[in-house]
């Protein structure tokens, strides 16, 4: 920028216009600049954050393998009168069978044979054992022939599944997420009792959310008090306490925590040193050893921002209060704790939110009755291999964390997170 | 022994010794998984309970002898590394474009390049996993990297942002006003002042990705096992002394990574002038 030496004289209209749209321009390529440095951060986080969850949303409910390869029987199938007949016509076990055929030629059949058995147990021994049945040169009439290998193809449910499976984009998978699935008559109804899973999984993330809020705030408070409060020198020292398990890996910590509990660990042998035990007990791969780990984990993510509103409220308001007659509980109550609000919410926010990701620490310290959401989200994508349900699993932790996300940002603003 | 004012009752005494006390029991559950895990790794014998028979560095001789361990530690180290680079960078020029204050859609900005802390890490490992296994580099250290580099940006964009909140902008104008360039200014004015920052994001960036494991189990096959991913894994079958040594050794990794945090936040309010 060139530095003008403005002469006495008012400047003329023209000048003064002249200098606005400099200012402008000047205002435009800074922001222009702006936008530059931003740029390639932004790219990066589309490309290698925002495009691979979008790849997750878009799996959760894209169903292409039954579609692909049997677009001849869901044509004939929808054009099935379901209520006037009881089975399809001819014309569907004629377009399955040729289809059939040209699926097992290309290898494909196996896949759709694992995507059927996703929305119902059985159908794929159904299928393999009707591909085994059936050779390449065989001819119609195929219905009584179907019906011969295996009466479940006269059957409304299986072609129901069959049919609802075919959709090229479902919303199966978000229904099975909720433990809802569609029945023959493509009404939406819940899970057979046993088969109900995802409901109480959610459920019981929620729960442990909430109970590790509840406890890192409770060990929490006290804790950002006393370190806001004692000299800063005291204070500094105590807070490494803080930091440092802050700093240590989940993995360190959760393996402790493994070792502390255990059944043969330090804290039964204190418990039964102590005389509060007669014999050993059960601490680790339960709800208690989940809670505890996660409460450790988190508690920093609590105390932190409590400490650093703390830090800013005055200590002579609550000495006001005092000198105005209410006791040390009224004034703490009605005076100090309002003033800290902002920090404990965006803590107990913060703490929720985490909580509710959490896959390591319960999947090495739970036991099966404990493992929250994500557990089921990575079983599905490593051992089941149903992408499509681990994917709708995901769409629904992300939908309920993004609006806890909303939430806080509009509390606290996200860059406002203290870290240390 | 805290001297009391003389009108504090018996209850307020009881009070506080009883409210110091749960502070006290607070701060040990805090520290209690480093306290009982480092002493336990110079265990002779390959028990985890007290008392120690005798102490003895076999379980770190074992690390060292080790393949496993040995490659795990160098794919944590090179992928800490390369992901912490592209993550400083790209994060500390964002924080510088995003200073700006009358930026249009800075919310929103801010709001994307925050959500990978925010989002939980399994739902990126998944997505991750479709979109590595699309391009066909599931299963590599670039893969690891460019997610572990996606996790690390947010914190160093916070950092950065919160050194340059009470960055003095008349600096850089003067600097540029004396002939400086924009580069040079920034080289010799704006980076000496906000290093500080820029370390700590990056100390951030470097131990989410040294100690993340969610991601690593998604896209990295037998040779790229990290340090964290050998843990899990020995956790999950076996817990051995070794595990133990390596957990020492990752919780000296973080005392000094703190010490060096809070050095940085102290060199930062003594430069700004707000030293307590």
Redesign the interface.
Known sequence: ?T?TILDAEPLSAAERRSLKSRLRRA?RM??V??????????A???L?????????LI?SVQNPVVASQFPRTLTALAAWGRTAEPTPPEGVYEAFAEELKVSRKAGELSKVATRLNYDSGGMRSLLMGTARRIKDGDTGPWKERLLAVDAAWGKRETWAVFRQAGDPFTAGYYLAALDLRRDADDQIVRQPEDQRLYVDAMSRTLWVGALVTFFTLL??Y??AY?LATLP?KTGNL?M??????F??????????????L?R???FN?LLMALGLIDERVQLIFNRFGVVTAMT?IL??FMILPIYSVMKQVPPSLVRAARSLGAG?VTAFFKVYVPQTMPGVSAGALLVF?LA?????TPA?VGGPADQMI?YF??DH??RSLN?GL??AL?GV??AG??AL?AV??RLVG??N?K?? | MTQFPPYVGLG?RAWFYG??S??GL??L??????L??VP?AFNSQPY???PIPGFSLRWFEAIWQDTIWLQAIRNSIVVAVASTV?STS??T??A?????K???GKGL????????????????????????S?LGIANSLTAII??H??LG?P?V???V??TMVGFDHSLTRAA??LGASPLYAFRTVTIPLVWPGILSGAL?AF?TS??E??TV??LGGVEQRTV?RQ??SG??EQ?SPT??AV?TV??VI??A??LT?EFL?RRNARMRGLA?
């Not at chain 2, 510088?96 to 700006?100: A, E, F, K, P, V």
């Not at chain 2, 802390?117 to 996993?129: E, F, H, K, L």
């Open positions: 920028m530095a205002e800074g922001r600049r702006a936008y530059a440095a931003v740029a390639p951060l932004l990066f986080i589309l290698a954050f925002v495009v691979p969850i979008t790849l997750m799996n060990a929490g006290p804790v006393l800063p105590l490494i306490c803080v930091l440092l398990p700093w240590t890996s989940l993995l360190v910590r959760t393996t402790s925590w493994i070792v502390i255990q043969e660990g330090l042998d450790h508690l920093p040390p939110i509710l990701g959490y896959y390591i090495l994500s989200i990575a994508i490593g992408w681990a994917s995901g932790l992300l964390v993004l996300y806080y940002d996200v860059t997170v870290l240390g | 307020g409210y110091r749960f502070c607070v701060l559950f805090l520290m209690a998984p480093i009982v895990i336990l985890f309970t007290y592209i790209l994060g020029l964002a510088i474009g995003l200073m700006r009358d930026l249009p900005i801010t709001a994307v390049l925050v959500s990978p802390m925010i989002v939980p890490i399994i739902i990126t490992a998944v997505g991750s996993y479709f979109f590595y699309n460019l997610s580099a996606a940006t914190f964009v916070i950092t942002t919160a540029r006003n951030f131990a040294f100690d494991v969610v189990l998604f964290p843990m899990w956790v999950r817990l595990i133990l957990a990752l919780i973080s005392v990574m703190l945090l936040r307590d």
